[in-house]
């Protein structure tokens, strides 16, 4: 791995992969090429590499802290990632709610979900309400109240971890995840709707526990004996046999082995990437290109689904949508430029100045910005 301090730079290209399974899920496709199809149906496994890559980097990260300083400063650890996150969620969402106001006019359902937004609750609205399609183009941002879910916890979770045996933390761990498959096969026994299940952290968990894993090292000593190039295809074949199963949007009992594979997929992939030795596939990852792009991958993450909807009116103009190939493929690379283009502008402007502040309460530097 071509760590530079506390920085691991292919994490980021793996970071923008992520988001780019993630984009392909959200656009258009032609069915007749069954590689696309695959990929767009199942997309949404890069929200899982997004979560699993996570839940590595506060594992790895607060472990040096907690070397150096003989504790975690949760304080501070709050603090860095609310100005990490909240000044391009919060533009953001107030953006849309305006646009959806001037659209729509002011609902109850409005303010509802805007209350789910502001708290971070909104992927418990989307459990039992389905996606927020009140709030143009908010749909997918369940993503952000989850992952405050789990920031919430985790500094507290891993102060603890760190002070026991690698053992001990692995039975705690599977522990967890024994009871999770637990709450999920409650939920599936009592047919509880799409999307419950993908939207909670208690239901859907496996590639954070899977990172945290990689990340406290609890398998070491046993991946360590395994080539990256065996794990990365282990890792790859995991999720091929996701997309053999039903897609999570049903309540059906295979999702008691999609979510596993999922974890064990994900966690492999990036057990792979760290350990390196990947020939080609190890140089594509060190592209300080793709780096970039994973850099500024949150605004991405954020912004693409407006750029779907305008590389859609935009193809539409000049495009026939009976051009089946020509129609999704320019929607596709349209809605990519686009998003990034406008990422990178939100990243230099909006959100630097706050990773510049969240700088001073950094004891572990990692990515220079």
């Given at each position: 791995m071509n760590k530079v301090g506390n920085?691991?730079?292919?994490?980021?290209?793996?970071?923008?992969?992520?988001?780019?399974?993630?984009?392909?899920?959200?656009?258009?496709?032609?069915?007749?090429?069954?590689?696309?199809?695959?990929?767009?149906?199942?997309?949404?496994?890069?929200?899982d590499l997004f979560l699993c890559l996570s839940a590595f980097l506060f594992a790895r990260l607060l472990y040096v802290e907690h070397q150096e300083k003989g504790d975690i400063n949760i304080g501070y650890f709050y603090l860095r990632r609310a100005l990490r996150i909240w000044p391009l969620y919060f533009f953001f969402f107030a953006a849309m709610l305006l646009i959806s106001i001037q659209q729509d006019g002011w609902t109850g359902d409005m303010l509802k979900r805007s209350i789910?937004?502001?708290?971070?609750?909104?992927?418990?609205?989307?459990?039992?309400?389905?996606?927020?399609?009140?709030?143009?183009?908010?749909?997918?941002?369940?993503?952000?109240?989850?992952?405050?879910?789990?920031?919430?916890?985790?500094?507290w979770v891993l102060r603890k971890l760190y002070q026991l045996r690698k053992s001990t933390s692995l039975l705690i761990l599977t522990g967890a995840m024994v009871v999770g498959m637990l709450i999920r096969a409650i939920f599936i026994a009592n047919q509880i709707e799409h999307p419950a299940i993908w939207v909670l952290p208690i239901t859907h968990f496996e590639s954070i526990l899977g990172g945290l894993m990689i990340g406290l090292g609890l398998f070491d000593s046993f991946l360590k004996k395994i080539p990256a190039w065996i794990q990365l295809t282990g890792g790859v074949f995991a999720l091929y046999l996701v997309t053999l199963l039903l897609n999570v949007e049903i309540t059906q009992w295979e999702l008691m082995f999609t979510y596993p594979l999922i974890g064990?997929?994900?966690?492999?992939?990036?057990?792979?990437?760290?350990?390196?030795?990947?020939?080609?596939?190890?140089?594509?990852?060190?592209?300080?290109?793709?780096?970039y792009l994973g850099k500024i991958s949150y605004g991405l993450y954020v912004y693409h689904v407006v750029g779907i909807w305008l590389a859609k009116q935009i193809t539409g103009a000049y495009v026939s949508p009976e051009r089946l190939l020509v129609y999704p493929l320019t929607i596709l690379l349209l809605a990519l430029l686009i998003t990034v283009l406008v990422s990178m502008l939100s990243y230099q402007f909006l959100e630097k100045p706050f990773?510049?502040?969240?700088?001073?309460?950094?004891?572990?530097?990692?990515?220079?910005i």
């Open positions: 920085y691991y730079p292919e994490l980021d290209s793996l970071r923008f992969f992520a988001f780019l399974l993630v984009l392909i899920h959200h656009s258009p496709y032609w069915k007749l090429i069954p590689t696309w199809k695959t990929i767009a149906e199942y997309g949404w496994m890069g929200v789910g937004m502001l708290t971070f609750t909104d992927n418990l609205f989307s459990a039992f309400l389905n996606y927020n399609l009140v709030i143009w183009f908010s749909d997918h941002l369940w993503t952000i109240s989850y992952e405050e879910q789990f920031y919430l916890i985790i500094p064990i997929g994900t966690t492999l992939i990036l057990s792979a990437v760290m350990q390196g030795n990947l020939g080609p596939l190890s140089a594509l990852f060190k592209n300080k290109t793709l780096g990773l510049r502040l969240k700088e001073r309460f950094t004891f572990i530097k990692s990515r220079p």
